[in-house]
């Protein structure tokens, strides 16, 4: 069926008909029973409609393991009514206001991410040959709670343009509505036209169409703006990734479709339905199952691994845009991703050879008014969803760099970790909690494929590992690398299309950017008197400036030295970087500069002493028996003012007494200390790691043994669960909780049995709690010291017992 035909399709009778069935369905009474008392496992009289069933202690109890407990804790590993089902679909369906159902034009529904990726997976397993698909930000992301009320409403009772925007000259004056958007915060137009920014329509489900995003508003204006924006079809990728686990990737490509499409009403809603041979309201909308089929139909041949070391070639920093111009404008065949990245160089070229500003291309939410900490300053506007609270966040960060990992080892992309994630890792293998974003870097060659191949590309997480969705998305001036000549020192971003939340992308390649890394200017002191390169001929002397003739011989000498640098001017020796090694982070493996030690001390204070009573950072401390930084005022409440300094050598008996007063004194504090036990495989990993990089063995035997080190670590349990489920979980628990609690007539009854179950988690912990090495894995030569740094941090049984003498595991990088 024809793009053009499909957008003005409207919902077939068979489907109506259905929708119409479950919808009725959806909204009997006993129905609602049923799948209560699915979801609480209750006893008794299943008759009665009317009565409210309360679960047991021990039912509610294993409802809280299941979903929030690592599954090898829970006692039933499998979730109670973790799924999303048809008739959940039909219970959330909704219509454009005023119409009728058999003249629909904009079903709407309520999101979630297991329904769209269960309906594209079985698509693309039935269409291996026609991997083109069609694409609605409504259905990849959770527009709906903040415009399906736009929807559903009547015209009238919809906001203007003008309700949303506001205006400094009288010229673009207008009266604001007469409802209740009248008083809706709005966005400063700053000098522009209206237009620019929105304009009202008669065609849009929700009244207007949003162009533009002003970021200078109230938070509560920006997530309409930002919703309004994508629904509207702005910023819609170009290509689909669908990570598989451990294996290939699977890419389609979306077609060019109009706006307001919904899988509510599509032909892929209807191929899965027919697909499946019980339709009643139990039929399960699985990423998980469909994913299976899709993989058995993929004939996608597997990335080769790069090993443990890989050495990067000086090539892979440097990169000529002419040429790379000449070479794709000769070419006969060019992709639609390759016209766009073939027209962003020539627009660079031009705005370079014109004089033409370059502007800003990101836009985060610092312009944002009254953020409660400044960690919300760092989402895309594009994507902007609301303040983020700390564990959020955090979950989100990690299911971030998880993802990033694993698609850049899926497409064969070479990136490492850099600056405060560096910095972080060279602790405990995990992000710090207190910054906002993640870091990494990559070869300016690896940053144009990016480009070239997956610039606006939305990668979506393996089910297996979560239901992330992330944009790349890269920024059209990246072949210039001298500071000072872009407003973005950032090349490209990870985006979670969820809140905006990102990793920090830079290229990393030769430019004229003068050497400021005072380590490396004492490094080649001597060099600088060497010639540095070819001499300027007199005909290049005359026709150059001597601004350009500067610049060249800049260039030069960081070529011949093999200094490469980002655009931000941050400078490093290829030596420094090359060769990569793995390690891993966030539990993932991921590429570490050769010298990351000296690379993380040029930019942060870094003392040797690692867990000892001296390490705080931004009002942190490191708890080595929980392997995590931990916020003064939290370490205050969970050891007491008085034992904050002794946080590094606490005892296996003082942690349990700790763990137990910390959560008697609040439930809420569950998710914490569930982060703290979760954290510690890959601190323990990172511990074991350093044990070898601070011994004195010869760097062969330690490359050795760290290679053996990560075949024995080959999978590391994720120190947070899945963004998106989490927040479902969440949600249904306390609907569940606080029926229970109403019930027995106590606010306190499911905080109770938080507390025990948690308490009982924590005995388990203390019981299993051992950081020792795993010797008997790792064969260690017989003349070598003892491996110290990792048995240093094990839990005593009593604070009484001795500590080893610490070692500076810190003084120096272990490769040197």
Not at 409 to 424: D, V
Not at 534 to 549: G, K, L, R
Not at 622 to 650: C, E, M, Y
Not at 749 to 764: A, L
């Amino acid at each position: 069926m024809r793009v053009t035909r499909l957008c003005r399709r409207v919902v077939s009778a068979s489907m109506v008909m259905l929708l119409i069935m479950w919808l009725i369905r959806s909204i009997d009474s006993s129905s609602n029973v049923e799948k209560q008392l699915r979801l609480l496992k209750s006893q008794g009289n299943p008759s009665s409609s009317r009565l409210m069933w309360v679960p047991s202690k021990s039912e509610l109890a294993a409802v809280f393991q299941a979903w929030f407990l690592p599954k090898t804790a829970a006692s039933n590993s499998e979730p109670l009514n973790d799924y999303y089902t048809l008739k959940d679909l039909t219970k959330s369906t909704c219509m454009t206001g005023g119409r009728k159902v058999w003249d629909l034009r904009f079903p709407c529904y309520a999101f979630d991410a297991r329904f769209t990726t269960a309906l594209y997976y079985k698509h693309l397993q039935n269409s291996l040959n026609h991997r083109e698909i069609e694409f609605s930000w409504y259905d990849w992301k959770d527009l709906g709670s903040v415009l399906n009320p736009l929807i559903t409403s009547k015209p009238p009772e919809n906001p203007q343009c003008q309700d949303i925007f506001k205006a400094y000259d009288d010229s673009q004056r207008s009266v604001s509505s007469s409802n209740k958007w009248g008083s809706f915060p709005k966005a400063s137009l700053e000098n522009f036209p209206l237009s620019s920014y929105c304009t009202n329509s008669l065609k849009s489900p929700i009244g207007f169409q949003i162009h533009r995003i002003q970021p200078l508003c109230e938070a509560e204006s920006l997530v309409l703006q930002s919703s309004s924006f994508l629904f509207s079809g702005g910023c819609v990728p170009k290509k689909l990734v669908f990570l598989m686990e451990d294996g290939p990737a699977v890419q389609a490509s979306v077609k060019t479709s109009a706006a307001y499409l919904s899988l509510a009403s599509s032909d892929i809603l209807e191929e899965f339905l027919l697909s499946h041979n019980e339709l009643e309201s139990n039929l399960v909308f699985d990423p998980s199952k469909e994913i299976r089929g899709l993989i058995n139909s993929s004939f996608s041949n597997p990335r080769p691994d790069k090993g443990f070391l890989s050495e990067l070639n000086p090539e892979a920093f440097e990169f000529d845009p002419i040429a790379q111009i000449k070479l794709l404008s000769q070419s006969e065949s060019l992709s639609e991703r390759e016209h766009s990245y073939l027209n962003a160089l020539m627009f660079e070229q031009e705005c370079k050879f014109s004089g033409n500003e370059k502007y800003k291309y990101f836009h985060e939410s610092s312009s944002v008014q009254n953020p409660p900490d400044n960690f919300q300053n760092h989402m895309d506007v594009r994507f902007f969803s609301g303040w983020v609270p700390k564990w959020k966040r955090l979950r989100i960060l990690n299911s971030l760099m998880r993802t990033w990992l694993e698609f850049t080892k899926s497409e064969n992309l070479t990136s490492w970790l850099a600056h405060s994630s560096l910095h972080a890792y060279l602790y405990s293998g995990l992000q710090f909690p207190w910054v906002a974003s993640q870091d990494v870097q990559m070869p300016v060659q690896d940053l144009h494929t990016l480009a070239m191949l997956y610039n606006q590309t939305l990668v979506v997480e393996s089910p297996w590992e979560g239901y992330g969705r992330f944009l790349i998305d890269v920024q059209p001036f990246i072949t210039s690398r001298d500071q000072g000549e872009n407003p973005d020192a950032i090349d490209a971003r990870f985006i979670d299309i969820d809140t905006g939340l990102f990793i920090d992308i830079m290229g990393v390649g030769f430019s004229s950017n003068a050497l400021t890394n005072t380590r490396v200017m004492s490094q080649l002191r001597g060099d600088r008197n060497r010639e540095d390169g070819a001499p300027t001929s007199s005909d290049e002397s005359n026709t150059q400036s001597s601004e350009n003739q500067a610049s060249s011989k800049s260039l030069r000498f960081n070529k011949a030295n093999g200094i490469v640098s980002e655009k931000s001017g941050k400078s490093y020796l290829i030596s420094d970087i090359s060769p990569l090694r793995t390690s891993k982070y966030h539990g993932r493996p991921v590429s570490i500069p050769h010298r990351a030690l000296t690379i993380a001390k040029d930019e942060f204070h870094i003392v040797p002493w690692l867990y000892g009573p001296k390490q705080r950072q931004e009002k942190h401390k490191f708890v080595p028996a929980l392997g995590s930084w931990l916020d003064l005022p939290t370490l205050k409440a969970l050891l007491g003012p008085r034992n904050v300094q002794g946080a590094h050598k606490i005892s296996s008996y003082q942690l349990e007494e700790a763990l137990n007063s910390f959560l008697e004194k609040s439930a809420s504090h569950y998710e914490e200390v569930l982060y703290w036990i979760n954290s510690q495989d890959q601190f323990k990993f990172r511990l074991e790691e350093l044990a070898i990089e601070s011994s004195d063995l010869a760097l062969d035997n330690k490359y050795e043994l760290l290679e053996t080190l990560q075949e024995n670590y080959s999978s590391l349990r994720p120190s947070s669960e899945d963004p998106f489920l989490h927040e479902k979980r969440i949600t249904k628990w306390k609907e569940c909780a606080n029926q229970a609690n109403t019930a027995v007539g106590s606010q306190e009854y499911s905080n109770i049995i938080i507390k025990e179950v948690m308490k009982s988690f924590v005995k388990v912990f203390i019981a299993n709690h051992g950081l020792k090495l795993k010797q008997e894995d790792i064969k260690i030569p017989d003349n070598s010291t003892r491996l110290v740094s990792a048995s240093l941090y094990n839990l005593r049984e009593r604070s009484a017992e001795s500590m080893l003498e610490a070692p500076q595991v810190f003084k120096a990088d272990f490769a040197l």
